[in-house]
């Protein structure tokens, strides 16, 4: 079974910083990983999609990257902005079993100007 | 446009009775899914389904049964409520193996 832990937990940072937060996980068997945010109340917003295959994926101001052999990735925030506060989450999938996606508690972020 | 489309977004009931949750997505993708994100905000897979027939089917009470009409669409129905089921349930989609794309969910109330 596929452990994710996240950490930190909660993050409050002033505005201007750079980020690392962290993922690992337990099953390195994996086809793909995702990251997510989840602002309150609301569904999940995709990031950023790496394969199992690559190391980093960039999306602007994101960059994540992924060990697999170790059972990691990192989702590395540049210049942050109050709006960048939310939830973030780290979903592994199973090699083995079709997009069937393991999720972390996540990583509460603040942002505060 | 909205991506992928729950209703309703927010459900309150009794326990014993028996509710739907309807999900559609019009981004053509091939696989749908419903998530369960329960009151500690931990957010686990119920059930997927691809190209209409059941692929992933967690160890889910089965008071839960999901339909899928039709590739686009993927309705979860629950029977005899109970206090537990309370949460806020997500339906996604994606092609297989690819950005699973979410709803803005539907929380669950039971009294």
């Known amino acids: 079974k596929q452990e994710v832990t996240q950490i930190p937990a909660a993050l409050s940072v002033p505005e201007g910083e750079n980020l690392v937060l962290n993922c690992s996980f337990t099953?390195?068997?994996?086809?793909?990983l995702q990251w997510f945010r989840q602002d309150p109340g609301k569904g999940l917003t995709s990031l950023l999609l790496i394969q199992s295959s690559q190391r980093e994926q960039t999306s602007g101001r994101l960059n994540a990257s992924l060990d697999k052999s170790s059972g990691r990735s990192t989702l590395y925030i540049a210049a942050s902005q109050p709006g960048d506060s939310a939830t973030y989450l780290c979903a592994p999938d199973r090699g083995s079993t079709l997009g069937r996606l393991y999720f972390g508690r996540g990583t509460q972020l603040t942002v505060w100007p | 446009d909205t991506a992928v489309s729950q209703t309703p977004k927010y459900l309150v009931t009794q326990m014993g009775n028996d509710k739907s949750i309807k999900c559609e997505q019009n981004?053509?993708?091939?696989?749908m899914y419903w998530y369960k994100q329960d009151s500690k905000k931990f957010l686990k897979i119920m059930f997927s389904y691809n190209n209409k027939e059941l692929i992933i089917n967690e160890t889910v009470p089965n008071r839960f049964s999901p339909k899928s009409p039709d590739k686009a669409h993927l309705n979860l129905h629950i029977n005899s409520l109970e206090l537990g089921d309370s949460a806020v349930y997500f339906c996604a989609s994606s092609q297989l193996r690819t950005e699973q794309y979410f709803g803005p969910g539907t929380r669950l109330t039971v009294t």
């Open positions: 981004l053509g993708h091939d696989t």
């Open positions: 099953d390195s068997a994996i086809y793909n």
